[in-house]
């Protein structure tokens, strides 16, 4: 195959040995020139690495090394430093096993075991395949050592987070995806601030799961999590679920009640839709703010505060500030912080690891008998723009699951609006095609950013001359 293979030149040795056992992995390919300068990469900078030519004898790699490991740690009577293969990293073009067929033997016998697959341009049909078998990644070639060396650092720190945090935290927050990862990263820095915060979002998105985020990975996490839609409070009601009323205050007050603000004492408070709010008591609300003290209606002593306050909308709050909806003061005191929940549509690489977590609920409620969806009914889905983004697309898995006449959803299975939307056999293929000159753009980008802008370095890593390196960066888009 002649893979062209791009390294850092100064690694930062040991970066991998943060743990007491070094992480290790196995490079997996039938080409030498590919898996051994790799292999060395990747043990410079800190990882105990092992190679194999293919599947077969990667599986004998791992069983051998197991053995070896453990026998060595109960002969010595100490745990070892170093650990059994945890990443793998294959090729899909193999002789004897391909890298996809690896990957569902490892799955069946080594689950903990992670794989990243490489993939060349002409070979997304085996990557989306990968994905939808289990692979946590995919790299591109040419080979470009430091994005792996990244997307395994990243794999770990995902990893390590999920298992040392409560699932309602970050880690209840499905997908890999650039924007995802952003806000994983954002939620974390923001949790143990306190501060006020406006979670921005179209329906379906996810904002009160980002706001549980923020809750749960916040000093707050063994306190309450109330959580309030706005816009289906009564308006005559508004202050007195809000801030509680002593027993008399009105017609039908036959006792005390706290309202929502002392019920998330030490706590978090998520304020839905508060861009529905009237203006009447928007003001109220700001004051309660500011004073951090309610007065429920009909008492006269006040009830001081400990909640930390988040809103969430679907309506941008700027632009109802500019149309008189929403007051601009209350707008500024809790727009500490802004966190954008995107939509569905713009991270579509989430979607396999989404209906793979759909499906497992499904399951684990012991509702449906269906393991997978089908390539065709993934690209389908894929391709949906989804408008009620994971909302919709949990409802649709339900329906075609309950629909599916076989262990699979295939794509008969879907909502027609879906399969001609994302789905008919012209869109599928307008979709692949879609998918390769994405890929393509990546592998340039990729390719010219490790050769610090040097187009001709970079044209000849990619084994195409420079003018034809330039007529692709314009047929693509690539300034």
């Known amino acids: 195959m002649n893979d062209r293979i791009t390294a850092n030149n100064s690694p930062t040795k040991n970066s991998a040995t943060k743990n007491s056992a070094t992480p290790t992995l196995l490079i997996v390919d039938d080409e030498r020139d590919l898996r051994e300068p790799l292999a060395k990469y990747l043990s410079s900078v800190g990882y105990r690495t092992l190679t194999a030519s293919d599947g077969v004898e990667a599986i004998d790699t791992i069983t051998k090394d197991s053995a070896s490991l453990k026998n060595n740690s109960s002969a010595k009577g100490v745990n070892s430093s170093k650990s059994p293969v945890s990443i793998v990293l294959t090729d899909v073009r193999m002789p004897r096993m391909s890298g996809i067929d690896l990957l569902k033997n490892l799955r069946k016998t080594h689950p903990e075991i992670s ?17 939808r078998s289990g692979a946590v990644d995919y790299v591109l070639k040419p080979v470009i050592f430091e994005d792996i060396r990244n997307k395994i650092e990243s794999h770990i720190k995902r990893s390590q987070l999920e298992n040392s945090q409560s699932t309602d935290g970050v880690s209840a927050i499905i997908g890999a995806s650039p924007q995802i990862e952003s806000l994983k990263e954002l939620i974390l820095q923001v949790a143990g601030a306190g501060t006020m915060a406006v979670i921005q979002g179209e329906s379906g998105s996810g904002k009160e799961l980002i706001a549980r985020a923020l809750h749960f990975e916040s000093q707050r996490r063994d306190g309450p999590f109330i959580a309030v839609n706005c816009a289906a409070v009564p308006e005559q009601l508004l202050e007195s679920e809000f801030f ?12 005390d009640k706290k309202g929502f603000f002392e019920l998330a004492q030490d706590g978090t408070l998520l304020l839905d839709e508060i ?8 003001a109220k609300l700001l004051r309660a703010l500011e004073s951090r003290e309610v007065f429920p209606v009909g008492g006269g002593t006040p009830v001081l505060l400990n909640a930390r306050v988040i809103a969430a909308t679907g309506r941008p709050l700027e632009k109802a ?22 939509p569905l549509r713009d991270r579509r690489g989430d979607i396999p690891e989404l209906l793979a977590h759909f499906l497992d609920r499904l399951k684990e409620r012991g509702e449906t008998q269906v393991n997978d969806f089908s390539p065709e009914a993934v690209t389908a889905l894929s391709g949906y723009s989804w408008p009620g983004n994971v909302r919709e697309l949990r409802n649709i898995v339900e329906r ?3 629909l599916s006449k076989s262990d699979r959803v295939e794509l008969s299975d879907l909502p027609e609006h879906v399969i001609e939307a994302g789905g008919g056999a012209e869109s599928v293929a307008g ?16 390719t010219i ?4 802008n040097d187009k001709k370095l970079a044209a000849n890593l990619l084994g195409i001359g420079l003018s034809s390196l330039y007529r692709k960066m314009e047929e693509l888009g690539i300034e």
């Open 321 to 342: 500030v500019e149309e008189g909806s929403f007051r601009s003061d209350l707008y500024y005191r809790i727009a500490v912080i802004e966190i954008d929940a995107p």
């Open 115 to 131: 794989v990243f697959v490489f993939t060349a341009y002409g070979t997304v049909e085996m990557a989306v395949e990968a994905i």
């Open 431 to 446: 979709n692949l095609r879609d998918a390769r000159r994405t890929f393509e753009r990546d592998m340039i980008l990729k």
């Open 275 to 282: 861009a529905d709010l009237p203006l009447a008591m928007q």
């Open 244 to 255: 509680g009323h002593v027993k008399g205050a009105f017609t039908g007050a036959i006792s």
């Open 400 to 402: 075609s699951v309950i």
């Open 449 to 452: 950013a490790s050769c610090d």
